[in-house]
């Protein structure tokens, strides 16, 4: 696993997907007390997020958003 800086170029694409799902209603952090979205690692081909207590389930989720290079492996 790795695990990418805040000025790699896929960082911000990263977190405006993670936004983009419907379970985080464009909210990036989802802050819910004081537990947010976290930034776990990447690996080849996802990138890996845990929110301990989501404020829209009240559990921990999980979010696996793929890559762009993992994209490109399948055409």
Sequence with gaps: ?????VSHPEWAKMWDELAGYR?????HL?????FCWEYMGSTMDHH????????????????????????????
Aim: contains cysteine; charged residues 25%; glycine residues 10%.
């Design 1 to 5: 696993m790795e695990y990418l800086d």
């Design 23 to 27: 379970l985080n209603d464009g909210d």
């Design 30 to 34: 989802c802050i819910n007390e004081g």
């Design 48 to 75: 890996h997020l845990k929110h301990i207590l989501h404020p829209a389930t009240g559990k921990t989720e999980y979010m696996y958003i793929e890559r762009a290079r993992a994209a490109v492996g399948w055409a």
